[in-house]
């Protein structure tokens, strides 16, 4: 908006900061332009902050979001039609979001194959997802890939209230993202805020949060982004998780529960303690006092 109306930030006589999402290793110059235009820029994540840093000649600090999550009921898995006694991987995404970052394709793969690997386990997929019409070619996709999985999987597209979703992610086992590239990655993070396990690319603003203490992190390579795949693709990378490693981390908290639920609670305390609103607060207001000291 700055950009296209010239305008200036809204107290000229103030410091103003921005806090700027973005979700590639290198931030788009004509962005960068705008970002000038201001006095700091607060980043989400580090991974945000290190692609900001370098385009920019004003302070880039490390400010992190917020992962407090809270439930006004608890709805089991009867709700959502999900099979009692299954192990269930979840993800879920926005089309909006361009689906190419986010990968869907990638986890179901993952799954099928688990699938065969263990053909007695009773093994449930879910990924819920929004946007995208009927014609578009990556939902056609997706939805094709759900049914040839048959019961072993289901969409879920209808609108869900938060405490739904937050429920719809405690129904499951673990939590699966092999996206190429998250600016900060709400999804793992309010999975392992709930006690889940996540499973997730290894590589990008989940880092931030995701540690080999507090999940399951897949093995990736980085490869060019697509010409029509991101905004900005030029001279840009991002990840592309290994489906054999991701198939590898599922089975073997299928195979151990009593893992997984260790694993669950180290990273509901981690989230918790480091990602909480006061924890969370606390920095943000450090930052501005020391600015209201300068």
Known sequence: VLEATGSKPAFESAYNIIYPAWELSKYPEPWARVLERFDEVWAPSDFIAQA???AVSKPVIHMPLAVELSLSSFLGRRAFGIPEHAFVVLFSFDFSSFSERKNPLAMLEAFERLCALRPAAPLHAIVKYKGGDDRNPARKALEARLAALGGRAQGITR????????????????????????GFGRGPAEAMALGRVAIATNYSGNLDYMTPETSLLVDCDLIPVGAEDYLFPEGQVWADASVEHAVALMARILDDPAEARALGRRA??????????RAVGLLYTARLEELAKA
Do not use: Y
Not at 159 to 182: G, M, P, T, Y
């Open 159 to 182: 609108q869900l209230s938060d405490n739904e979703n937050k429920n719809l992610i405690r129904c499951a086992d673990a939590f699966v993202s092999l996206h190429r590239s998250e």
């Open 52 to 54: 900001i840093a370098p």
């Open 268 to 277: 509901s305390r981690h989230i918790r303690t480091d990602f909480s609103a």
